[in-house]
């Protein structure tokens, strides 16, 4: 059971992630803790011009969970367990999402609560981004995430229970920054009064922002439009160079698949930089880059 209160949170209710309640307590000009990365332009899933548009009601790409999401939820209990068992001296107990009792716009929805502190529990498939366990160095989208639960309920220290693979425990003590706490809040300000201005986010190159834009015209009006020259310009000259690179790169593909024969793995200096696939019949399938 949730507790009714917290030092400075007022719970809105406990929502299933997904549900249209749990959209409900996300939607209109308010901020929540996954947000205000996308806000300070440090999230790896949205950006600001994609937030901007959903928080004005606007046409937006809709959220699909990941493999990676997917997984995480479904481990999330037994990670959980993990740190219950690590901790006995501490009451965990799951939570729902809240609001600031002044800034009503500022949410959170923290995976637990223990006592005088909130959990995070994540997992990970590799330790990219990730420090030492019992440090407090988190991917800096994750540290805004708790920062922005904090500042909501009114905790001053997050501990995150981590999930690094299929076996790699690890926890992390994040504590309370109150410049960074005032920074955010300043940027989400900003940021909203840029929604309630009709005042949009600069475009951007990723894919999202493209996503997005593809997503506003409701209709399709058989009619000329004149682009402007920078505009017009930018598009026809990149699309020659995205042309042209991709001429040499299927060159260079032909050139290193020749060189390969009928190898595997493509080395350099000792350094995997591509791979061969093939059929059964160990005729070629694809050439794919090393990861």
């Known amino acids: 059971m949730s507790p009714a209160t917290t030092p400075t949170g007022v719970l809105l209710g406990e929502f299933v992630p997904g549900t249209p309640e749990w959209d409900e307590a996300r939607a ?37 969970p990941s493999p990676q999401m997917e997984w995480g939820i479904r481990h999330e209990p037994t990670v959980a367990t993990k740190y219950a068992e690590e901790h006995p001296e501490l009451t965990l107990t799951e939570t729902g999402t809240w609001r600031h009792t002044e800034r009503e716009w ?66 992390y003590v994040v504590e309370y920054d109150a410049d960074d706490a005032k920074l955010m809040r300043e940027a989400a300000i900003g940021f909203l009064d840029m929604v309630r201005r009709g005042e949009r986010p600069d475009i951007d190159d990723s894919v999202a922002t493209y996503d997005t834009i593809r997503r506003q015209a409701d209709r399709f009006d058989d009619i000329d439009v004149d682009i402007p020259g920078p505009i017009a310009s930018r598009y026809e000259v990149t699309h020659q160079q995205l042309k042209a690179v991709e001429a040499e790169h299927g060159q260079a593909k032909s050139l290193l698949l020749d060189a390969l024969g009928t190898g595997r793995n493509a080395m350099h200096l000792g350094r995997r930089i591509a791979y061969r696939t093939a059929h059964e019949d160990g005729t070629t399938r694809a050439l794919q880059p090393a990861r």
């Not at 996954?34 to 959903?54: C, D, Q, R, Y």
């Not at 590799?126 to 988190?138: A, I, L, N």
Request: hydrophobic letters at 35%.
């Open 28 to 64: 209109g000009l308010c901020i929540t803790a996954t947000e205000i990365a996308a806000v300070m332009g440090l999230s790896p899933w949205s950006n600001p011009f994609v937030l901007w548009h959903k928080k004005a009601g606007l046409p937006s790409p809709p959220f699909e």
């Open 106 to 171: 500022q949410r959170a929805t923290p995976d637990r609560i223990a006592d005088d502190r909130l959990v995070e529990v994540k997992t990970a498939t590799t330790d990219k981004y990730w420090g030492q366990s019992g440090t407090d160095e988190v991917p800096i989208y994750y540290r805004c995430q708790v920062i922005w639960q904090m500042d909501t309920l009114g905790y001053r220290r997050t501990d995150f229970a981590v999930l690094i693979g299929i076996c790699d425990y690890r926890e």
